[in-house]
């Protein structure tokens, strides 16, 4: 089984990739981004409490979002394997994540790190949201803020999985397709590694 965590700062174009990744290797894609939305859109209780942080810029609680991560691996547990989306984002969610995983049978296979400079994700969120209309994407002062808490509890997750030999990085500048590539060829490296 594949279990690819897809990592890297807003903007770093997370969503597009996975996408593609989804199709070329039959993966599920848990975006945990695409689950809050729906929680919001949904008006859930959980949906609340997200729109209120999300739109400040700050990330929604570890014990929500590793329960909606759960419930959607037993929904596909028949999977090839999952791609994680904005998940985890701190080294308590990755440690949650490295606990739940063998209870399923599975482990992380390896992270896959986009990166791009802050002022190409700015950019890149700021015309998001105009085509979006998302509140979170609008403000570049909010998007500012999401970078930084991003770099500061978000990656040192690059060294958690550099620790397990679990870490590559690439560029997330460049066409979709060379992108892609770049990421396809980490991928292989990991499955021919831990034999996924």
Do not use: W
Not at 33 to 40: P, Q, S, Y
Not at 44 to 61: E, M
Not at 124 to 133: A, D, E, I, N, Q
């Amino acid at each position: 089984m594949l279990n690819i965590v897809l990592f890297g700062a807003p903007g770093a174009g997370k969503g597009t990739q996975a996408a593609k990744l989804v199709e070329k290797y039959n993966l599920v894609h848990l975006s945990t981004g695409e689950m809050l939305r729906d929680e919001i859109a949904r008006c859930t209780r959980h949906g609340v409490i997200a729109k209120q942080l999300i739109d400040n810029g700050q990330l929604a609680p570890d014990s929500m979002v590793a329960e909606m991560i759960a419930e959607k691996i037993k929904a596909h547990r028949a999977s090839e394997g999952f791609i994680f989306d904005g998940f985890p984002r701190t080294i308590p969610q990755a440690e949650m994540l490295d606990s739940m995983l063998p209870e399923h049978g599975m482990s992380v296979t390896g992270m896959v790190a986009l990166t791009a400079p802050e002022d190409e994700l700015v950019h890149r969120l700021l015309c998001r949201g105009k085509r979006s209309g998302r509140a979170d994407d609008r403000n570049e002062a909010i998007i500012r803020s999401r970078i930084a808490v991003y770099h500061e509890k978000t990656a040192p997750l690059i060294e958690y999985y550099a620790a397990q030999g679990k870490h590559v990085s690439t560029k997330g500048v460049g066409s979709i397709e060379e992108i892609f590539s770049n990421l396809c060829a980490a991928i292989e490296t990991f499955r021919q590694a831990h034999g996924a």
